[in-house]
């Protein structure tokens, strides 16, 4: 196996719909940013609220990808 590095990034995510779509949601947006995305881990999930009412679902993520060493100069 080679050895490896890698990086790691928290995003919380939020969707209307559930705390799944939540972290689909950061997964996306992260993958925009960061390259060679490998495990998201859930940190913590909550819902906002009001009125009584359940508006969003957010899940926060640990997100890590594989570090790239720059190449020499």
């Known amino acids: 196996m080679n050895e490896s590095v890698y990086r790691v990034v928290e995003l919380i995510g939020s969707s209307s719909e559930s705390w799944e779509q939540a972290a689909q949601n950061a997964v996306r947006e992260a993958s925009k940013t960061?390259?060679?995305?490998?495990?998201a881990e859930v940190v913590e999930m909550d819902v906002l609220i009001e009125n009584g009412a359940v508006i969003?679902?957010?899940?926060?993520?640990?997100l890590s990808?594989?570090?790239?060493?720059p190449a020499p100069a």
């Open 65 to 69: 990808f594989k570090h790239a060493t």
């Open 56 to 62: 969003a679902y957010r899940t926060k993520l640990q």
């Open 34 to 39: 960061y390259d060679d995305l490998r495990v």
